[in-house]
């Protein structure tokens, strides 16, 4: 873990691919920790866990 970055807030990578155009050069946007940026299809999207384990 780097030292910049508090703990569990870590930048995790989604899935590999995009979720619009399934391409895999997939970076970092802006400041957090949940965001991407596809430079295949330019598109930004983020990521957010909601709930593990979740019964209903």
């Known amino acids: ?3 910049d970055q508090p703990a ?3 930048r995790q990578l989604p899935v590999f691919h ?3 155009c399934g391409d895999e050069e997939l ?3 802006g ?3 949940d ?3 596809c430079g295949a299809c330019l598109r930004a999207f983020s990521v957010r866990l909601i709930a ?3 019964t209903e």
């Open 18 to 20: 995009c979720p619009y």
């Open 8 to 10: 569990g807030r870590r």
């Open 1 to 3: 873990m780097s030292e």
């Open 27 to 29: 970076t970092p946007h």
């Open 52 to 54: 593990t384990g979740v």
């Open 35 to 37: 965001a991407w940026r």
């Open 31 to 33: 400041e957090s920790s």
